[in-house]
């Protein structure tokens, strides 16, 4: 059975500041994608950043990027120069393609941005 | 806009009652997920379809249940509701049938139910 935790149920951050949130998974599958989903007020859903586990260059998008460790089974993310929209929960998501898309979400990381 | 409709957006339905939340996937997506999420709490996994197959089953109440259909819509029917039963039920979908163009999860805006 796959597992994604996130060991930060809470956390802050100064504006303008970098915070890493962090990700960890157990699967025995080889091909798989990781996602962070950000999840503002509003409650919609938003997809931050995807990774192939096949890819070694980490990705990433603006002032998102994530630290991809596989042997490691890690998935953080950082965001870079924090800003007050970024407040939000956060989830780290696991996805096995070649089995029709089973996926496993954490329990998410409330991120809160200080002014 | 992610391309995953959910209808209603919003529902206030009596306990006792039964509703019906309907979900259209992305136009290609085979697989749909359905979540249920509570104030202040994280996402738990109801069920999940495949081409119109069950996948995946978890956390789902036996007074809800769930199809897709040949179109490839979904309905998540929740009947006998109770208090507890207020939330928000969020259906998602992903491109299995896709993979060079990777695989997504995108998530619809979510049906707010309200018990009362």
């Known amino acids: 059975a796959q597992t994604v935790t996130q060991s930060q149920p809470e956390m802050s951050v100064q504006e303008a500041e970098t915070v890493t949130l962090s990700c960890t998974y157990d699967t025995s599958e080889n091909n798989y994608y990781l996602f962070w989903y950000k999840q503002p007020p509003s409650r919609q859903m938003i997809l931050v950043i995807r990774q192939e586990a096949y890819k070694q260059q980490n990705a990433t998008e603006n002032r998102f990027s994530v630290n991809f460790q596989k042997a490691a089974k890690s998935f953080s993310l950082k965001i870079s120069d924090s800003q007050l929209g970024d407040t939000a929960m956060y989830f780290c998501?696991?996805?096995?393609?070649?089995?029709?898309?089973?996926?496993?979400f954490g329990d998410g990381t409330t991120l809160t941005v200080k002014p | 806009d992610s391309g995953v409709t959910q209808t209603p957006k919003h529902l206030i339905t009596a306990t006792g009652q039964r509703v019906t939340l309907r979900c259209s996937p992305r136009?290609?997506?085979?697989?749909v997920y359905w979540y249920q999420q509570s104030l202040d709490q994280g996402l738990q996994f109801l069920i999940q379809?495949?081409?119109?197959?069950?996948?995946a089953k978890g956390n789902i109440l036996e007074r809800f249940s769930a199809q897709q259909f040949p179109d490839l819509h979904s309905e998540l029917n929740l009947s006998s509701l109770e208090l507890g039963d207020s939330a928000l039920y969020f259906c998602?979908?992903?491109?299995?049938?896709?993979?060079?163009?990777?695989?997504?999860?995108?998530f619809g805006e979510g049906s707010w139910l309200t018990v009362v």
């Open positions: 379809y495949y081409n119109g197959e069950e996948r």
């Open positions: 998602a979908s992903s491109g299995a049938r896709e993979p060079q163009h990777g695989n997504t999860i995108y």
């Open positions: 136009s290609g997506d085979l697989s």
């Open positions: 998501a696991f996805m096995i393609p070649t089995n029709a898309g089973k996926s496993t």
